[in-house]
């Protein structure tokens, strides 16, 4: 496949497909990860991330930081991010995969558009440290008024609601019980435009899991998508559910499940708050790109 236009000259680059967050292989959400990036144009990698139709790809490439392990971009299929959760463990399995030993043992120094990310490798599971919210605090009332209409709620269901930025621009809405988180069948053809929702809801105190959670956005005035497991979204939500004593760590949280995914996310604090879960290479190969 030919991404960089008629006079480039393709070079084939190895990648992995890496399922994250799933409860078992091929249960989470998708990414693929690009290496020796070093040669590839924005245009080209914006290219195939939005002809690979997965919520994100990363592309490796050396670091420019003394304390990273690698530097990576990840692009959505309209965007590059600074920070997303499941493409950060997902390249840091892939880099393992392939060979990469940390400076650090036990933990992956990942160089992004937010700076460095550590990723902490415990068994199976990796887990990030949740970057810092770029912006917080209650979402006004007019565009708070848009979301619950898309989402198709009744009002008196939402809890509260706030901005849950780390990168991708989550509006977090708490609604009152995770069925009616599962229930939802939102509709943004009333509301055009770019929207990045993320929806939460308690379980039944007795369920495997907490929290339900679902994320929801749009891409270049096409219809609402569906992010089965998005790690930036559990970050920022634990940041605020835990800063607000509406949860206490460790919680595991489920997503997905409405799509028929089994998302399982391991959300712990120390001195900080980590986002954790399986990241299986499932794929490897070339993309000639």
């Not at 939500?237 to 089994?262: D, E, I, N, V």
Request: net charge negative; aromatic share 6%.
């Amino acid at each position: 496949m030919n991404v960089g236009g008629p006079e480039h000259v393709p070079r084939n680059h190895a990648f992995r497909q890496v399922d994250v967050f799933g409860a078992q292989r091929c249960t989470g959400n998708p990414v693929t990860v690009v290496f020796d990036a070093e040669d590839l144009e924005d245009d080209t990698m914006q290219r195939f991330t939005a002809w690979s139709n997965l919520s994100e790809c990363t592309f490796i490439l050396p670091p420019t930081h003394p304390d990273a392990d690698y530097r990576v971009r990840i692009f959505s299929p309209n965007a590059e991010l600074p920070f997303a959760g499941h493409p950060t463990l997902g390249t840091a399995r892939a880099w393992l995969d392939a060979g990469g030993s940390p400076a650090t043992p036990g933990v992956v120094i990942q160089e992004c558009g937010a700076g460095l990310i550590p990723v902490r490798i415990d068994g199976d599971l990796l887990a990030f440290a949740a970057p810092p919210t770029i912006r917080s605090g209650p979402v006004d009332a007019e565009t708070l008024a848009a979301v619950v209409d898309i989402l198709g709620v009744d009002p008196g269901k939402v809890v509260d609601a706030e901005w849950l930025d780390n990168g991708p621009g989550w509006i977090g809405v708490l609604l009152d019980s995770a069925h009616t988180v599962l229930e939802l069948r939102p509709d943004v053809s009333a509301h055009p435009g770019r929207w990045d929702i993320g929806v939460i809801g308690p379980h039944d105190p007795l369920a495997e899991t907490r929290f339900e959670l679902r994320a929801f956005f749009t891409v270049q005035g096409q219809p609402l998508r569906e992010d089965p497991v998005t790690g930036s979204l559990n970050a920022a939500a634990a940041q605020w559910l835990l800063s607000h004593g509406r949860a206490s760590a460790p919680y595991l949280a489920s997503q997905g499940t409405a799509m028929g995914r089994r998302g399982r996310i391991h959300v712990s604090e120390d001195d900080r708050i980590w986002v954790g879960g399986r990241a299986d290479v499932i794929l490897s190969g070339t993309a000639a790109l």
